[in-house]
């Protein structure tokens, strides 16, 4: 398929600069008319050209898609392009906004091309995806793919008003949605001896809450109401959002995320499926 594409002009370079044969040949943004719209838009923004990854872009783009989990997605991070830019952008919208959920990095991370090796210390990712606005308070979801083993206690992805009122998750421990000052809302994940994976923790209604590993149930099915509405902030990746604070920091090394609308069992199977193939591609599975 990519046979002719041992010198090409670089993508966002200009003046016709020839770039130098590589494994991975480049293909500027005029060559990718077959590509789904998401992927045109993304790779656009952050300038990706190693075709590997603009094809993977574009089959993750198109599965989503195809299986109509797009439109359940509020904001799609796959950290791909190996560096801090590319990996700020949100697939859904984007655009270099606020508005748009592209990522605001601070503190220490290592941006590289398996992911976000987030420092443990002090490095976080503000979303600016508001949990109260920004989705419907009977049901969402989030989503993790970590490729570390070690579980630990950390906050992967967090908001938490420090009155019992939380949206996290945590590979290999716990996905909570709920108020912990009335025992409302919760799913433990089963008891993990590695945090490695793609996990999903959804919430589908006001009384039921699951969470997957690797497109495979992998928790209780909680039916605890819970009315309680989301905290009125955003959502960090990489630490806790203590009420605006970041806390207890992650140090493992993320290589997808995702916010949204809540998924069923079977979306959660088929999301696992598309984000396998997704990381297959570019060869950093675990």
Same mark, same amino acid.
């Given at each position: +398929? ?40 993304? &790779? /656009? ?6 075709? $590997?990854? *603009? ?7 198109? $599965? ?5 989990? +797009?439109?359940? +997605?509020?904001? &799609? ?18 655009? $270099?906004?606020?508005? /748009? ?7 220490? +991370? ?38 570390? &083993?070690?579980?630990?206690? *950390? ?19 716990? #996905? ?12 433990? #994940? ?5 945090? *490695? ?28 109401? $819970? /009315? ?5 902030? *955003? ?42 193939? #997704? ?8």
């Amino acid at each position: +398929m990519f046979a002719g594409f041992t010198q090409r002009l670089n993508f966002g370079m200009g003046g016709g600069t020839v770039s130098v044969p590589s494994a991975f040949p480049t293909r500027p943004i005029g060559q990718l008319g077959n590509f789904n719209t998401y992927a045109i838009n993304f &790779i /656009a923004a952050t300038g990706i050209t190693a075709s $590997d990854q *603009q094809s993977a872009i574009n089959q993750l783009s198109y $599965d989503l898609v195809n299986t109509g989990l +797009m439109d359940k +997605m509020v904001a &799609i991070y796959p950290f791909v392009g190996g560096n801090a830019t590319a990996h700020s952008f949100n697939l859904k919208d984007p655009r $270099d906004a606020n508005a /748009a959920f592209r990522l605001t990095f601070n503190g220490g +991370m290592t941006h590289s091309s398996t992911g976000i090796q987030f420092g443990g210390v002090n490095g976080y990712a503000i979303t600016y995806v508001n949990g109260l606005s920004n989705l419907p308070q009977t049901n969402m979801h989030l989503s993790v793919y970590s490729r570390t &083993i070690t579980v630990g206690t *950390q906050y992967e992805i967090s908001l938490d008003n420090n009155s019992g009122q939380f949206q996290q998750l945590r590979p290999g421990s716990s #996905f909570f949605s709920g108020n912990a000052t009335t025992n409302q809302g919760g799913t433990l #994940f089963t008891t993990n001896v590695t945090a *490695q994976g793609y996990w999903v923790g959804s919430k589908t209604n006001t009384s039921t809450r699951f969470g997957f590993r690797n497109g495979v149930l992998n928790s209780a099915v909680t039916t605890i109401t $819970d /009315a309680t509405l989301s905290p009125n902030l *955003q959502f960090f990746i990489g630490a806790r959002n203590s009420n605006g604070t970041p806390s207890t920091y992650s140090a493992k090394e993320l290589a997808f995320v995702t916010i949204g609308l809540g998924l069923s069992q079977a979306e959660c199977a088929t999301l696992s499926t598309i984000v396998a193939t #997704f990381q297959t591609t570019l060869g950093r599975n675990v």
